[in-house]
């Protein structure tokens, strides 16, 4: 099976949404697939990787840069028609979306910014993209990483269901480096060896309770 992975960056050095790709990527050649990746630009672990990069030519730092990856991908769609092309950015015409972004829409609601994104170039180019995407009669299948998302998507776009699918993010259970034992890591945090510990890793914590 020939895979195509986009995204405008790829790779745990840019972020989450970013290494949750590479992470993916190397998942799927180890099972049989072929892995391309096509993006702006990877970090140095996965050019090591030695995955096939289609390189977008288009600035990752600007908003026209975010709008001409979109362009770029869709391009993608139709010269690989001999290959499933995932996308994990908000890109009208893509087949098969990642949704882990969730909806802008729903962000800015929870934010309550909704009036002030009104006057946002930005914020209006996000929502364009997003509602384009989610409505494009090509679209397929939405991957959602959580009940939440699935559903703000499918009630905000109505998309129907049976088009979403839930996948949750995994975890690599066994990261490279050194590994610490439970009793050293509480030692280090100065935590008591009885006291619950829950971890939240993520980020935009006020969204996000």
């Given at each position: 099976?020939?895979?195509?992975?986009?995204?405008?960056?790829?790779?745990?050095?840019?972020?989450?949404?970013?290494?949750?790709?590479?992470?993916?990527?190397?998942?799927?050649?180890?099972?049989?697939?072929?892995?391309?990746?096509?993006?702006?630009?990877?970090?140095?672990?996965?050019?090591?990787?030695?995955?096939?990069?289609?390189?977008?030519?288009?600035?990752?730092?600007?908003?026209?840069?975010?709008?001409?990856?979109?362009?770029?991908?869709?391009?993608?769609?139709?010269?690989?028609?001999?290959?499933?092309?995932?996308?994990?950015?908000?890109?009208?015409?893509?087949?098969?979306?990642?949704?882990?972004?969730?909806?802008?829409?729903?962000?800015?609601?929870?934010?309550?910014?909704?009036?002030?994104?009104?006057?946002?170039?930005?914020?209006?180019?996000?929502?364009?993209?997003?509602?384009?995407?989610?409505?494009?009669?090509?679209?397929?299948?939405?991957?959602?990483?959580?009940?939440?998302?699935?559903?703000?998507?499918?009630?905000?776009?109505?998309?129907?269901?049976?088009?979403?699918?839930?996948?949750?993010?995994?975890?690599?259970?066994?990261?490279?480096?050194?590994?610490?034992?439970?009793?050293?890591?509480?030692?280090?945090?100065?935590?008591?060896?009885g006291a619950r510990v829950i971890l939240f890793a993520g980020h935009n914590y006020e969204r996000k309770g």
């Open positions: 099976m020939k895979i195509v992975l986009a995204r405008q960056r790829i790779g745990a050095g840019f972020g989450g949404a970013e290494g949750y790709v590479a992470m993916l990527a190397a998942a799927l050649r180890s099972r049989g697939a072929e892995i391309s990746l096509m993006a702006q630009s990877v970090d140095a672990e996965v050019e090591r990787g030695g995955f096939p990069v289609i390189r977008a030519n288009c600035r990752a730092t600007n908003l026209w840069g975010v709008w001409s990856f979109a362009r770029e991908v869709v391009r993608a769609v139709r010269e690989l028609p001999d290959r499933i092309l995932i996308s994990f950015d908000r890109i009208p015409g893509a087949r098969f979306i990642r949704a882990g972004d969730g909806s802008h829409a729903a962000y800015l609601d929870s934010m309550g910014q909704t009036t002030s994104a009104k006057f946002s170039v930005k914020h209006q180019m996000m929502l364009s993209l997003e509602r384009r995407t989610f409505t494009n009669p090509d679209l397929k299948m939405v991957i959602a990483n959580s009940k939440m998302v699935a559903e703000e998507i499918r009630a905000r776009h109505d998309v129907p269901a049976e088009k979403i699918r839930i996948v949750y993010t995994g975890l690599n259970s066994r990261p490279a480096g050194q590994s610490i034992s439970k009793k050293q890591a509480r030692a280090n945090l100065d935590l008591p060896d």
